[in-house]
């Protein structure tokens, strides 16, 4: 008999940033002793997987490290992206109808180019997890929801450029919060504009404003979007007492977005209320996900969360509507910017590793095709990395390159390497995941 829901822990023990750090393996334990207690891991409609190792062509597919991703991470990081592996192939294999994996090292706050730890991550574990299931599986149109109170800037970096894959976001607003990004106009590059939607909510928004826009507008876009498969990138620290942040969702809150949004995958990224909130929250999302009774999740000091500020609510149907119109004119408005970038489109960024005191600078640039979806080269320069000063040039090309543009991004990263001393020049082949030094 097939179970509902494939459960796939890995607290870490092994991995930890400090021995006082929020994000330790206390996260799940808790989780888990509350499942054994609750007797969950019993049901006919729960299986427990065991997570394997992910490949460094699994990272490569998706990362370049500087001055490589195998000397960036460490087991626990093949670990946790093995644990998304295993969650996507049995739900692919039709082995549980959704899977959860409650793993760390989190991953959502990794960028493409990794010079180190940021915002507790290195690598990003869903859009590993998006790389393969369309290596392996030739899933075409993913949906990547984000419920985690940061807004997610790595997975937004990844999927800037990809009209298929739809990043959407709520979170606290940009302008209270880490890491300070995630407002509505990063919309996607020219190609892909509208397919990455941030709302971002107003700190003490609670449960009547997050399911409001949940109503309103996220799933109006999902049905919209039809993807193949959605994934949760299920960060639990939107709860109100959560440490770290200021919003007001409920373990009930939680639970009953996890059975309106239906993901068929979800992956844990923050929460760091350790006792108070992720056994709750996980229980309850569990129990919904698997299509099991959750009314009887309620966590400690429930009672004195006070009623949602009126202006929250005004926040969410303001974006209810301009996300809506961005949303509706996309089509459009991506004619419109191809037609105004001609053949190039490019953004400088300027990127800080909070967790090493690293100071990124990047130029990355899409190379536009009227044969394929063309080729994409990043500059980066880096100072304090572990390594000392780093730079690079990377040509990033595709399964959708054509040969004149695999020639071209190789042509100029052999120019560059010409014109200035690059510490590394690299072509990156997201097809296969290997990284040629030229």
């Given at each position: 008999?097939?179970?509902?829901?494939?459960?796939?822990?890995?607290?870490a023990?092994?991995?930890?940033?400090?021995?006082?750090?929020?994000?330790?393996?206390?996260?799940?334990?808790?989780?888990?002793?509350?499942?054994?207690?609750?007797?969950i891991?019993?049901?006919?409609?729960?299986?427990?997987?065991?997570p394997?190792?992910?490949?460094?062509?699994?990272?490569?597919?998706?990362?370049?490290?500087?001055?490589?991703i195998?000397?960036?991470?460490?087991?626990?990081?093949?670990?946790?992206a093995?644990?998304?592996?295993?969650?996507?192939?049995?739900?692919?294999?039709?082995?549980?109808?959704?899977?959860?994996?409650?793993?760390?090292?989190?991953?959502?706050?990794?960028?493409?180019?990794?010079?180190?730890?940021?915002?507790?991550c290195?690598i990003?574990?869903?859009?590993?997890?998006?790389?393969?299931?369309?290596?392996?599986?030739?899933?075409?149109?993913?949906?990547?929801v984000?419920t985690d109170?940061?807004?997610?800037?790595?997975?937004?970096?990844?999927f800037?450029h990809?009209?298929?894959?739809?990043?959407?976001?709520?979170?606290?607003?940009g302008?209270?919060?880490?890491?300070g990004?995630?407002?509505?106009?990063?919309?996607?590059?020219?190609?892909?504009?509208?397919?990455?939607?941030?709302?971002?909510?107003?700190?003490?928004?609670?449960?009547?404003g997050v399911?409001?826009?949940?109503d309103?507008?996220i799933?109006?876009?999902?049905?919209?979007f039809?993807?193949?498969?959605?994934?949760?990138?299920a960060?639990?620290?939107n709860?109100?007492s959560?440490?770290?942040?200021?919003m007001?969702?409920?373990?009930?809150?939680?639970?009953?977005?996890?059975?309106?949004?239906?993901?068929?995958?979800?992956?844990?990224?923050?929460?760091?209320?350790?006792?108070?909130?992720?056994?709750y929250?996980?229980?309850g999302?569990?129990?919904?996900?698997?299509?099991l009774?959750?009314?009887r999740?309620?966590?400690?000091?429930?009672?004195?969360?006070?009623?949602?500020d009126?202006?929250?609510g005004?926040?969410?149907?303001?974006l209810?509507?301009?996300?809506?119109?961005?949303?509706?004119?996309?089509?459009?408005?991506?004619?419109?910017?191809l037609?105004?970038?001609?053949?190039k489109?490019?953004?400088?960024?300027?990127?800080?590793?909070?967790?090493?005191?690293?100071?990124?600078?990047?130029?990355?640039?899409?190379?536009?095709?009227?044969?394929?979806?063309?080729?994409?080269?990043?500059?980066?320069?880096?100072?304090?990395?572990?390594?000392?000063?780093?730079?690079?040039?990377i040509?990033?090309?595709?399964?959708?390159?054509?040969?004149?543009?695999?020639?071209?991004?190789?042509?100029?990263?052999?120019?560059?390497?010409?014109i200035?001393?690059?510490?590394?020049?690299?072509?990156?082949?997201?097809?296969?995941?290997?990284?040629?030094?030229?």
């Amino acid at each position: 008999m097939k179970a509902n829901l494939g459960l796939i822990f890995f607290p870490a023990f092994d991995w930890m940033i400090s021995p006082t750090h929020p994000e330790r393996q206390e996260r799940l334990l808790y989780t888990r002793d509350q499942l054994q207690e609750e007797g969950i891991f019993d049901l006919k409609q729960i299986r427990e997987y065991r997570p394997r190792l992910a490949e460094i062509s699994d990272l490569q597919r998706v990362h370049i490290g500087i001055p490589a991703i195998a000397k960036l991470i460490t087991s626990a990081h093949l670990v946790s992206a093995g644990g998304c592996l295993t969650a996507a192939d049995a739900v692919m294999l039709s082995e549980v109808k959704r899977a959860f994996a409650l793993v760390r090292p989190p991953g959502h706050h990794a960028m493409r180019v990794v010079h180190g730890i940021r915002g507790f991550c290195v690598i990003n574990i869903e859009a590993i997890m998006v790389s393969y299931l369309r290596q392996k599986y030739g899933v075409k149109k993913i949906a990547v929801v984000d419920t985690d109170v940061h807004h997610g800037d790595g997975s937004q970096d990844i999927f800037y450029h990809d009209p298929d894959t739809l990043y959407l976001s709520f979170h606290q607003d940009g302008r209270t919060l880490y890491p300070g990004s995630g407002f509505t106009d990063e919309a996607g590059s020219p190609a892909a504009l509208g397919a990455n939607i941030n709302l971002p909510l107003l700190p003490g928004t609670g449960d009547e404003g997050v399911h409001r826009l949940f109503d309103g507008i996220i799933k109006p876009i999902l049905d919209d979007f039809e993807p193949e498969v959605i994934i949760n990138s299920a960060g639990q620290d939107n709860h109100f007492s959560d440490p770290l942040a200021s919003m007001a969702v409920t373990a009930q809150g939680y639970a009953r977005l996890a059975e309106k949004l239906r993901a068929d995958i979800a992956v844990l990224e923050g929460g760091y209320s350790v006792e108070a909130a992720l056994p709750y929250v996980n229980t309850g999302i569990i129990l919904a996900m698997a299509g099991l009774d959750y009314s009887r999740v309620v966590e400690p000091e429930k009672s004195i969360l006070p009623p949602q500020d009126p202006r929250c609510g005004a926040r969410v149907e303001e974006l209810i509507r301009d996300v809506g119109e961005l949303w509706r004119n996309r089509m459009d408005l991506r004619r419109e910017a191809l037609a105004k970038c001609g053949e190039k489109w490019s953004r400088r960024k300027n990127i800080y590793y909070d967790e090493e005191g690293i100071s990124e600078q990047q130029l990355e640039t899409v190379h536009y095709c009227q044969s394929c979806s063309g080729y994409l080269t990043i500059k980066t320069e880096a100072d304090n990395t572990r390594f000392g000063s780093q730079s690079a040039f990377i040509a990033i090309i595709g399964p959708g390159s054509c040969p004149a543009c695999r020639r071209k991004a190789f042509d100029e990263a052999l120019a560059e390497k010409k014109i200035r001393s690059w510490n590394y020049t690299l072509v990156q082949d997201t097809a296969t995941g290997i990284i040629e030094s030229i």
